[in-house]
């Protein structure tokens, strides 16, 4: 059965077909409106979300389909002490598909052990968030034409984002030129990530940076990460860190005129809202993008099941 | 010097780091079975300097990985009718499962009886490494 935990779990080819069955979606939304028709999708949110959670619900009944679910863990069985396991069970005896959400990492390969529907992964604690990566390569190709050869500037909390952790994995696979990895010490990117970088991908060039200001003049896309107040164990760590990265006019003014600036929301102060009217800042419509994502995706694993 | 006779069947744990017979010895619960058991420490040996040794009387199953994950120098040979019959060397495990937790403490390993620890073999600039297959967390073992 297929699921997606993690950005392996689907091929180049597959990506790109993705990325097109979006560009159809969003280019023709009418004749997609009863293709999951008589399909639910269980939206299991154990960790509180916005987009994402709202992205996945709204992807389905635009799809046609209906929509179960929760949006925090309160009142669920798992607040009784149900492991996550037996959640899935249940619930994949009630649903065709499950989207979930977790602050642990690694709930949803655990989940995908026991569910009998496919499982996709709507982020596990900091590991990973595969769909808002395949939202970011959209929004890359529906902007840029392209995967390959850019040079991308990730900024903020490398350490806990999962987002960047599922987009440097997924870019490095379309031979992007260079990463900058922007980030306080205390927030780098994992070690594991980097080593997997330099192992399997030695061509694409590594900048560890403390400072963004040289990553804003040279990169095509600049990704912005909040500094995630609830990954951190106590309050005073990150007071030190909250306001490490502040873009704003001025900073945005040494950036490329051709680049798009990106944000997988949500923002709290780390891009002025002055450049919300800027026309390379993209983060509004890439959030809109990922509710097309996210119905070619789940048109996908439907339709593979069904096979 | 203390003699120790052999054994007529069973297993002998031979070139146990100095030092770590002890720890192999509660890791398989030797202190437990029926069986005649010895632990030698400190053996002198022209490789090692000093070594330990376990024998186990009518008893030839021990988990290889554990032992592997201890120290990969360790030897193993089976003794039937008071002879050799088969010696081994050991690989370190590609797989492990429930030998030791995750690092992270974040990890679902932690929290959910089903979420078993379970680690894949890396190799990372040129060294060795476990990584957690639910997190990716590479974590050091100690045994």
Redesign the interface.
């Known amino acids: 059965m297929r699921h997606l935990i993690q950005p392996e779990d689907l091929s180049n080819q597959e990506y790109m077909e993705l990325l097109e069955a979006t560009a159809h979606i969003q280019a023709h939304p009418d004749l997609y409106k009863e293709r999951a028709k008589g399909k639910i999708l269980g939206s299991l949110f154990f960790e509180p979300s916005t987009r994402t959670k709202f992205s996945f619900d709204s992807a389905m009944l635009r799809l046609g389909g209906e929509v179960i679910g929760f949006s925090d863990a309160q009142g669920t069985s798992s607040q009784k002490g149900e492991s996550l396991a037996d959640t899935i069970r249940i619930m994949s005896g009630f649903a065709d598909i499950l989207a979930i959400r977790h602050a642990l990492e690694g709930a949803s390969l655990l989940a995908s052990k026991t569910s009998r529907v496919p499982i996709i992964n709507g982020g596990d604690g900091g590991h990973q968030h595969p769909t808002q990566a395949l939202t970011d390569l959209y929004t890359i190709y529906h902007y840029k034409k392209k995967l390959n050869g850019h040079k991308i500037a990730l900024i903020g909390d490398l350490k806990y984002g999962r987002t960047v952790h599922s987009l440097i994995k997924t870019l490095a696979r379309f031979d992007v030129d260079s990463f900058y990895l922007v980030s306080p010490e205390e927030l780098s990117m994992p070690r594991h990530i980097l080593d997997l970088m330099e192992d399997r991908y030695p061509n694409i060039k590594i900048h560890v940076l403390h400072e963004m200001e040289p990553a804003i003049r040279e990169c095509d896309i600049l990704y912005m990460t909040r500094i995630q107040k609830e990954r951190f164990f106590n309050e005073a760590d990150y007071l030190k860190l909250k306001n490490s990265y502040l873009l704003d006019e001025e900073k945005m003014e040494l950036a490329k005129k051709d680049a798009i600036l990106m944000h997988p929301l949500p923002r709290v102060n780390e891009i002025a809202i002055e450049l919300d009217s800027d026309p390379r800042a993209v983060y509004f419509e890439q959030a809109a993008m990922g509710m097309y994502v996210r119905m070619a995706l789940i048109l996908k694993l439907l339709e593979e099941q069904d096979d | 010097m203390i003699n120790v006779s052999g054994i007529e069947n069973g297993i002998v744990i031979d070139h146990i780091p100095a030092g770590k017979g002890w720890k192999i010895f509660q890791k398989l619960n030797l202190d437990t079975i029926a069986t005649p058991v010895v632990l030698l420490m400190g053996v002198r040996s022209t490789r090692m300097g000093q070594k330990d040794i376990i024998k186990i009387e009518g008893r030839w199953d021990v988990d290889l990985d554990l032992l592997a994950l201890i120290d990969p120098d360790i030897t193993t040979s089976r003794i039937v009718e008071g002879k050799v019959v088969e010696k081994k060397s050991m690989d370190v495990p590609g797989r492990v499962k429930g030998l030791f937790p995750c690092a992270?403490p974040?990890?679902?390993?932690h929290?959910?009886?089903?979420?078993v620890p379970e680690f894949t073999l890396v190799r990372?600039?040129g060294s060795l490494h476990y990584?957690?297959?639910?997190?990716?967390?590479?974590t050091r073992y100690s045994l």
């Open positions: 992270n974040r990890c679902v390993s929290s959910d009886q089903l979420a990372r600039n990584q957690c297959n639910y997190c990716d967390e590479i």
